[in-house]
Nanobody, 120 residues
Framework: QVQLVESGGGLVQPGGSLRLSCAAS????????MGWYRQAPGKQRDLVAN???????NYADSVKGRFTISRDNGKNTVTLQMNSLKPEDTAVYYC??????????????WGQGTQVTVSS
């Protein structure tokens, strides 16, 4: 199995910043894309940003220019730096990773989710 452990959520005022981190562990042969999704109450889970092992990134239009995703391939970690936060960024944020386990079995794993609340 592959486990993802997230940290860094919380309450912040509009215009503030937060950093989310996620560490992958377990029987990992290779990690391909890692990323962050979010789900607000009553809404579907949507992609926020993802990054490939080669460093190519993809962002939702709503966060472009405000959020930055990065990863450390040696440590199997991914980080989401969130700046200029808005109330509409409030959601549960989920880490996601796709890759191969030992035995070359593909996997998709999710973290447990971390709450981000943007409010004055």
């Amino acid at each position: 199995q592959v486990q993802l452990v997230e940290s860094g959520g919380g309450l912040v005022q509009p215009g503030g910043s937060l950093r989310l981190s996620c560490a992958a562990s377990g029987m990992i042969f290779s990690l391909n894309a890692m990323g962050w999704y979010r789900q607000a109450p009553g809404k579907q889970r949507d992609l926020v940003a993802n990054i490939t092992s080669g460093g190519s990134t993809n962002y939702a239009d709503s966060v472009k220019g405000r959020f930055t995703i990065s990863r450390d391939n040696g440590k199997n970690t991914v980080t989401l730096q969130m700046n200029s936060l808005k109330p509409e960024d409030t959601a549960v944020y989920y880490c996601n990773a796709e890759g191969l386990r030992y035995g070359l079995v593909g996997f998709t794993s999710w973290g447990q989710g971390t709450q981000v609340t943007v409010s004055s």
